[in-house]
């Protein structure tokens, strides 16, 4: 049963994941003077990043279902690497020089990291619900 789950796309837990992390990870920013309006920008940024995700998921799903926990890890790596690598090349290197694009960025840390540990928690719950059965 484990086979025939893992070879299906979980593309409602991809979103569910993705949402969730939007919402938990910008959540600590609601208390602050910025926090609605850095929620849009941050939404609108993140949007070409989730739909390349989406593109490699859809591609690798089986691999990706299979070890949800090491291809969490790996994407939540790889884009912490790309946004220090468009932090550093948007400002400069210094951090006076932050420009509103990289700030955003920036911000989409937590949503990135609840986003990767959410789907990896669904994930396996499904696996062992599935199993139960």
Known sequence: ?????LREPQVELFFQA???GMA?????????????IAFIPKFIVSL???FILF????????????????WSFIIF????????????????????RLTLLAFF???SLPSVFVACMYFTVIIRLRLR?????
Do not use: W
């Open 1 to 5: 049963m484990n086979d025939s789950f």
């Open 18 to 20: 993705y949402f969730i």
């Open 24 to 36: 938990l990870g910008h959540l600590p920013f609601f208390f602050d003077d910025i926090g609605f």
């Open 48 to 50: 070409p990043i989730v």
């Open 55 to 70: 593109i490699f998921y859809r591609v690798k799903y089986c691999e990706i279902n299979s070890r949800p926990v090491l």
């Open 77 to 96: 790596i790889a884009i912490l690497l790309l946004i220090t690598a468009a932090f550093l090349l948007l400002s400069g290197g210094s951090i006076q």
């Open 105 to 107: 960025l920036f911000i």
């Open 129 to 133: 619900g599935k199993a139960v059965r």
